[in-house]
Nanobody
Framework: QVQLVESGGGLVQAGASLRLSCVNSGRTASSLAMAWFRQAPGKEREFVAAITWSGAYTNYGCSVRGRFTLSRDIAKNLVYLQMNSLKPEDTAVYYC?????????????????WGQGTQVTVSS
């Protein structure tokens, strides 16, 4: 079973940086494609970034491309989202998602495993 735990959220000023992390803390190791989505109050859940199991493929949403960088430590089942030049519009709950295998998708319905989310708040 896969259990995802996000961390690293917080309250920062515009222009600051944060690094989010997501780990599969389940006892059974899996080869996982991983992704980040975010959801602001009253808004739809939005694709942020994705990375395949091999790390050879990454994809970013248009609103974060050039500011956010996704990387992973395969040995530790960790994925990192480095968030630079944060804007108030980035304020949301950020969710880690995962799927077994070398998945390449931005569709949230194709990710069966989800964390509980971590709050990111960016002040003006």
């Amino acid at each position: 079973q896969v259990q995802l735990v996000e961390s690293g959220g917080g309250l920062v000023q515009a222009g600051a940086s944060l690094r989010l992390s997501c780990v599969n803390s389940g006892r059974t190791a899996s080869s996982l494609a991983m992704a980040w989505f975010r959801q602001a109050p009253g808004k739809e859940r939005e694709f942020v970034a994705a990375i395949t199991w091999s790390g050879a493929y990454t994809n970013y949403g248009c609103s974060v491309r050039g500011r956010f960088t996704l990387s992973r430590d395969i040995a530790k089942n960790l994925v990192y989202l480095q968030m630079n030049s944060l804007k108030p519009e980035d304020t949301a709950v950020y969710y880690c998602a995962a799927a077994v295998g070398e998945l390449r998708t931005t569709n949230l319905s194709e990710y069966p495993y989800w964390g509980q989310g971590t709050q990111v708040t960016v002040s003006s």
